[in-house]
């Protein structure tokens, strides 16, 4: 199975970016479906966005389209998630997740091995 350790967190003015990684051991994360989720204080997890193992297509949150961006590193064997624009609403524990099944890829249900998290905060 595979090991996901997220960084990158931390706090960051609104209109600033930030990169989240999730270095990957024990599998090649080429192997697997791969998604960021999200989680506010309060709320549910939600799902950001999603990479997948066949063809490389790329999903996202309507919330952060055009301003998130999904990224793999086979070298590295490391997930990205590069956040322009951020809004004090982007503000929450971003998880990375990977699944070696097909399914709906915005339930984390779907999602077999997930990282710890890593805080994100944007102030106004």
């Known amino acids: 199975q595979v090991q996901l350790v997220e960084s990158g967190g931390g706090l960051v003015q609104a209109g600033g970016s930030l990169r989240l990684s999730c270095d990957a051991s024990g599998r090649f994360l080429g192997r697997y479906n791969l998604g960021w989720f999200r989680q506010a204080p309060g709320k549910e997890r939600v799902f950001v966005a999603m990479?997948?193992?066949?063809?490389?297509?790329?999903y996202y949150a309507d919330s952060v389209r055009g301003r998130f961006t999904i990224s793999r590193d086979n070298i590295k064997n490391t997930l990205y998630l590069q956040m322009n624009s951020l809004k004090p609403e982007d503000t929450a524990v971003y998880f990375c997740a990977a699944t070696a099944r097909v399914g709906n890829y915005e339930s984390d249900y779907e999602y077999d091995y997930w990282g710890q998290g890593t805080q994100v905060t944007v102030s106004s």
């Open positions: 990479l997948t193992r066949i063809g490389g297509s790329t």
